[in-house]
């Protein structure tokens, strides 16, 4: 099987493609798309608890801790205690970060609708389908069951 034929592939190769894309767009307003994605999940008016926002991205607390800090330093974001429990902090948004997410937001619309535009509806549909399917199997383990239960 060539690797160009498998899905895991092809996966891994249009994420880095859009990424790139993204990062590159980024870049032009002397940022990274992961600053945009975290700038993306910090919610707008009340902030978002730190410890809620590694498991939102799926980034480990160690990149996640280096990134805030950059980006607080860059003055996009600031850090309150939290009203509500007191051990946790509030990662919220300065003016700065404010209009930082906005362009964030505008480029993920803008990437979704030129694709929107260019794949029919019904292909988007079984995209979508396809997509979730493999995160089901994944996340449920069925991936390499019968390969476990064969070598038992």
């Not at 034929?5 to 993204?22: C, E, F, G, P, S």
């Not at 730190?50 to 160690?62: K, W």
Request: avoid cysteine.
């Amino acid at each position: 099987m060539l690797k160009e034929n498998t899905i895991d592939h092809v996966l891994r190769a249009t994420w880095q493609a859009v990424a790139k894309m993204y990062n590159e767009q980024a870049a032009k307003q002397n940022s990274t798309m992961a600053t945009g994605f975290v700038l993306l999940n910090i919610d707008y008016e009340n902030g978002t608890p730190s410890t809620a926002l590694g498991p939102q991205m799926g980034m480990e607390p160690t990149s996640l801790s280096r990134l805030l800090k950059s980006m607080e330093d860059k003055g996009a974001i600031f850090r309150e205690k939290n009203p509500v429990d007191g051990r946790s902090v509030l990662i919220k948004l300065t003016d700065y970060g404010k209009e930082m997410r906005k362009l964030s937001r505008e480029t993920v619309i803008t990437f979704n609708e030129k694709i929107k535009a260019e794949v029919p509806e019904e292909k988007l549909n079984h995209f979508f389908e396809v997509t979730d399917k493999i995160n089901q199997l994944i996340a449920e383990r069925e991936i390499f069951e019968e390969s476990v239960k064969l070598n038992k």
